[in-house]
């Protein structure tokens, strides 16, 4: 599956973006899909992931309440709705999939994604 994120832009601390990622390939509707992003001078962090059948979505504490995940799986896109922005959450944003199976991997690692988009930009200012 090809990933191709967009939405990402400069929003007021307090703001909301919502961020999209469209997926070509029939993998979409069979693969776990997440949000990572990326700090200046950080590593990949997990966001949010949600279950091939949209049923279970986690998401990490920092964002928790503020933001929300879900798929479409007619328009094979993956969204991230963003509200009450903060700007510790300045960061390139990636969506990434699961196109295999299993079980016993961690759903926050980036090596359990084997599919990643090229990242898009959300920057929040205070």
């Known amino acids: 599956v090809q990933l191709q994120a967009s939405g990402g832009g400069s929003v007021q601390a307090g703001g909301s973006l919502r961020l999209s990622c469209a997926a070509s390939?029939?993998?979409?509707?069979?693969?776990?899909m997440a949000w990572f992003r990326q700090a200046p001078g950080k590593e990949r962090e997990f966001v949010t992931s949600i279950t091939f059948n949209g049923g279970r979505t986690y998401y990490a504490d920092s964002v928790k309440g503020r933001f929300t995940i879900s798929r479409e799986y007619a328009k094979n896109t993956l969204y991230l709705q963003m509200n009450s922005l903060k700007p510790e959450d300045t960061a390139v944003y990636y969506c990434?999939?699961?196109?295999?199976?299993?079980?016993?991997?961690?759903?926050?690692?980036?090596?359990?994604?084997?599919?990643w988009g090229q990242g898009t930009q959300v920057t929040v200012y205070s």
């Open positions: 990434a999939a699961r196109t295999q199976g299993g079980t016993g991997y961690s759903i926050t690692n980036v090596p359990s994604y084997d599919n």
């Open positions: 390939g029939r993998t979409f509707s069979t693969s776990r």
